[in-house]
């Protein structure tokens, strides 16, 4: 059974930083796509970043480039994100989602953490 399980979530005041994490369990973890999603309060699901299996490669939303940073440990099966300059419209739930790429949809999801910035 996959499971993917985010923690590192929090309050914090703008400008500050945070990293979240992704355990994954389940499957091979090295040979996924993995992805950071955020949904923000009455809004829908934003896609944040990618990073490829090896973690050779990884992408970015507009809205945060230059200030997360995904990357990956497959040693210990984890995922995670570094968030810097944090702003009050990062203020989400941010989810864990695995790739799929043969179907081109994320096929499983983690739980979400909570990130909320404010002063």
């Known amino acids: 059974e996959v499971q993917l399980v985010e923690s590192g979530g929090g309050l914090v005041q703008p400008g500050g930083s945070l990293r979240l994490s992704c355990a994954a369990s389940g499957f091979t973890f090295s040979s996924y796509t993995m992805s950071w999603v955020r949904q923000a309060p009455g809004k829908g699901l934003e896609w944040v970043s990618a990073?490829?299996?090896?973690?050779?490669?990884?992408i970015y939303a507009d809205s945060v480039k230059g200030r997360f940073t995904i990357s990956r440990d497959n040693a210990k099966n984890t995922l995670y994100l570094q968030i810097n300059s944090l702003k009050p419209e990062d203020t989400a739930v941010y989810y864990c989602a695995k790739w799929l790429t043969s179907a081109s949809v994320h096929d499983s999801w983690g739980q979400g953490t909570q990130v909320t910035v404010s002063s």
């Open positions: 990073i490829d299996g090896d973690g050779g490669v990884t």
